[in-house]
């Protein structure tokens, strides 16, 4: 499938007198995304550790923006639209909830009544209904009105829960959502990603893999030296099999760490001099050219020098370079997320996420004005969580820390 000039009409049709090229509609896209209110509020919302907590760590904000700047010119190096995947980059974090996936996990263990709560899902929701910026002829939500193709390029799990082409837990849509994603996704075979998708997937890989243990060594949280550690590196590389590539050998993330530091860019100390400091950030620089480089030149390897778009091609992500990019994964995982004090942090959490679930069912008059309006318009008691859902998914983590205590 591919999407010829105006081939999709707007999920609302706009002023036909204000209609453009398909390029500037893609470019009205990003505008739109990057405008919107719920990309603001990811300045404040975890990416590994919470908002505030250091002067160098990263936000959702900060990651989204990244992706967008890696996405943007690997896309273009295979012959993407560079809009579509910048806005895809720029919108594939909006419907994450406070607390990183953390919070999403409780969300969606509170939500069994709804049909469950999944980010990616949750990301689709904010595009399509919950963001403000066009209605229906009937009133109805349609969130930013982007293009089909920005929508399909956001979407990683393009299926509903439990119909995904292999065993996972995660999905792109909810049931109430379908109508719109049956939209954009027509002519797409099923479960299958356009390759502006995959590219977004895959700079979102490469950012925060290397981004989070950039911040890791920053911040003191990780020493460098682990990974010169035999030791270190099989406990590390015991994580980035069973979490992230189960389908790899624990000898090949022993082997990915082995190659990641004879490149020479891992440092072997870190004292935060500004010496230390411009070493960690050229080892950022050289590792992403690193993924991404390796990932085009194989994509190009299968199928040729011409532009890549749409359903013409697959990424092809070689093992070794998929082990290298798991493994740091997983060393941010295993010294900062898993640790006791991380834990405690997360404890905590649990418990705003769940009062304020609590405090917005039994008082749905502390909605925001636009979300009681739709929990006064819904049909039964599980469309009326979904929007209590909604409301705190929106939250910054200070905000929902604030409610929390303000509303118990």
């Given at each position: ?19 453009q ?23 404040a ?10 002067d ?11 992706v ?65 910026k066009?209605?229906?002829?009937d ?33 792109g ?40 243990v ?7 949280r ?24 189960p389908d ?37 620089s ?78 749905p ?44």
């Amino acid at each position: 499938m591919t999407y010829a000039a105006r081939d999709r009409e707007r999920w609302v049709a706009e002023d036909p007198a204000h209609k453009q090229s398909d390029r500037d509609d893609f470019a009205r896209d990003r505008a739109r995304v990057l405008h919107s209110a719920a990309l603001r509020r990811l300045s404040a919302k975890t990416q590994v550790v919470a908002p505030g907590s250091d002067d160098f760590i990263r936000t959702r904000l900060t990651h989204s923006l990244e992706v967008a700047q890696i996405g943007r010119e690997f896309g273009s190096a295979l012959g993407c639209d560079a809009d579509v995947v910048d806005t895809a980059c720029l919108a594939h974090d909006l419907g994450h909830p406070p607390f990183g996936h953390h919070g999403e996990s409780v969300l969606d263990e509170l939500a069994s009544d709804a049909g469950g709560f999944e980010g990616n899902a949750q990301t689709l929701r904010v595009l399509t209904r919950l963001e403000p910026k066009r209605v229906h002829d009937d009133g109805r939500p349609a969130g930013l009105n982007l293009t089909r193709a920005s929508l399909d390029a956001v979407v990683k799990y393009p299926w509903a829960r439990g119909q995904g082409p292999y065993e996972t837990a995660k999905y792109g849509v909810y049931a109430a959502d379908l109508p719109v994603f049956h939209w954009f996704r027509e002519g797409a075979a099923g479960g299958v990603r356009c390759l502006e998708a995959q590219v977004m997937d895959w700079s979102d890989d490469v950012a925060y893999s290397v981004h989070d243990v950039e911040d890791a060594i920053a911040s003191g949280r990780v020493d460098p030296r682990v990974l010169y550690s035999p030791t270190e590196v099989r406990v590390v590389a015991e994580l980035a099999r069973t979490a992230y590539a189960p389908d790899l050998p624990v000898e090949a993330f022993v082997a990915a760490a082995q190659r990641l530091v004879a490149t020479g860019t891992v440092p072997h100390s870190f004292a935060g001099t500004r010496a230390d400091l411009a070493a960690l950030k050229d080892m950022t620089s050289r590792l992403i050219g690193r993924f991404l480089s390796a990932v085009e030149m194989a994509t190009r390897a299968r199928y040729g020098p011409g532009p890549l778009t749409r359903f013409a091609a697959d990424l092809v992500i070689p093992d070794d370079v998929r082990a290298e990019c798991s493994l740091l994964k997983a060393v941010a995982a295993h010294y900062v997320m898993f640790t006791d004090e991380r834990r405690s942090v997360m404890g905590r959490q649990e418990e705003v996420v769940r009062a304020l679930v609590e405090g917005y069912r039994g008082h749905p008059e502390r909605l925001d004005a636009d979300l009681a309006a739709d929990f006064a318009g819904a049909a039964d008691d599980a469309a009326r969580l979904r929007v209590v859902l909604d409301q705190v998914a929106s939250l910054t983590d200070a905000r929902a820390v604030t409610l929390a205590r303000t509303h118990a």
